[in-house]
């Protein structure tokens, strides 16, 4: 039988176009600029160009079974163990597949987190839980805590479930806890036997495992990059395989005793290139190992750092993001951290919509239905090949310094993850890098956001600690800002009304308002109120309307033609009318030495550092 459509070819009518057909055009665009103007860049340096031919040489590459869903996993990190229960049954009977036990002290517990992992506690969390139902366990063991992993197994023997049966990962990870900590107690290779000990014994008890975690998150979480994360896990994961090895636990059993752990955040084409990497960065090391590669376990947890304090409803959208990337990443399972996290302990609708979000992208848009969907993808295989490219070489200069361990106490990781957060932290304090609701389009105005009242609990001690380097330290990227924000918030408390700026628009709306537009932008970020104004040709109404505001700020909005003509005579009148500074939107030029000379203070515009502008505004108003 023939299709109708069978001899249609769409564009059949119009000539091919090859990429040099393109490029002439572009260039055409251009005039004489360099075409390097349209290629982006990481924070590992790797290029995003504006265009990719496709790549069907590309096969897919092997992650989660045909069809198969991730699993959704729900972190339980209460710490009144009755309260923790009742949220493990609640995910479990609302769609939740998994359940992540975080401990205080842990290396993501993030202030929270069950308060031990005694016998006890574990009993009173796991109390009307079957352990034998399929759903997915995983602990986060605490170093120096009680052994999780050996009380949960009691727990197993002593309910008389089959260890086989029950589908734990037991998640120890010493080297991630160690980073993040900045401490340890005994070098690695002291502890690695213990280690290797520890996981033999689970498996001679018949638990499949997986027992140890190579954990990427402390690096993305104090700013690092995708390469660095993906170098650090794969590293941390050769340590792990070694310490089992030289625990005669056999190298084939040993790499099965391993699952990875990465971020994944609001950048789609990175964390869908990163999930894609790690599975090809593992199994060349597994073809070095003599061992046929196959399929590893990869966790993804949405990023720490991304959480916004500000406007928190948008880190919704940055969690389904990050979901999304990591779904059609090959992630096998998935965390989606509640959008207050970053104010407090998640309420039950804040852990609703983690739920659902995984929920309906799997249920109603079917993301898990087509394996490896970016295969071919040119700018996604060619992004996947820089990383792979980039991480290797780092883990390699790992191994040459020791070692993981070894490179941690020489600082070598830190060093290279203070650089990256360094020009991290620039381009979001220039607004190059956009926050939405914390560096642009703040609310001022947002009502409360509901968390449970429950008391962050102090960081895990550091005492007995024989080994000290500096540590891995989480943060978020809307610190800076947010930090302004609180300032605000304290002197609305105080005084009863917010620090204020006037915008003082001169011209025709024409004229001021994409400046404007900016301006309330930039100093509303910082937690400045900015009390807009009509177009202004009179300097002595634009002075009485100044004063009626109650800004002791201004900022002159409009035009570049218009500043030439009014600027000088404007900043006059708002100087006589008492305005303590006066700022003015845009870049100066060749006019910087006059309007200086009228006495504008500062300028304000893309590129300038926020931060510390509008921290040297709050200093001038106090």
Known sequence: MTSVTDDLRLAADFAPASYDDWRKLVDGVLKGAPFEKLVGKTSDGLRI???????????PIAGRPAAAPWQIVQRIDHPDTAQANAQALQ??????????FEFAGGTGARGFGIADASPETLARVFDGILLDAGIMIA???VPGDQNAGENFAGLVKTGGFDP????????????????????????????????????????????KGPFALADGRPVHDSGGSEAQELAFALATALAYLRALEAGSIELDTARSALSFRLSADADQFLTLAKFRSVRLLWARIEQACGLAPKPIFVNAETAWRMLTQRDPYVNMLRATMATFSAGLGGANAITVLPHTLALGLPDPFARRVARNTQLVLLEESNLAKVSDPAAGSGGIEALTQQLCEAAWSLFQEIEQAGGVFASLEQGLIQRKVAATRAARTADI???KTVLIGASEFPNLHES???VLAARPLAPASLGGANITFEALEPMRLADPFEALRDKSDDRLKRTGIRPKVFLANLGTAADFTARATFAKSFFEA????????????????LATAFKSSGAALVCLCSSDKVYAEKAADATKALQAAGAKHIYLAG?????????????????IFAGVDAPATLQEAYRRME
């Open 49 to 59: 160009e504006p265009i990719y031919r496709r790549r069907p040489d590309a096969a």
């Open 164 to 207: 086989a049966k029950v589908n734990v990962h037991f998640n120890y990870q010493p080297l991630s806890s160690i980073a993040t900590r900045g401490a340890a107690a005994i070098s690695w290779p002291e502890m690695a036997g213990a280690f290797a000990g520890t996981i033999g014994g689970l498996m001679k008890r018949g638990f």
């Open 526 to 541: 910082g937690g400045i109120e900015a009390v807009d104004s009509e177009g202004f040709s009179d300097p002595a109404a």
């Open 91 to 100: 995910d479990l009977e609302n769609g939740a597949t998994g359940l992540e």
């Open 429 to 431: 304090a220039r607004r």
């Open 448 to 450: 409360d956001v509901a």
């Open 587 to 603: 870049r100066p030029g060749e006019q910087e030495a006059a309007w200086r000379g009228a006495r504008i203070g500062d300028f």
């Open 139 to 141: 602990f986060n063991p």
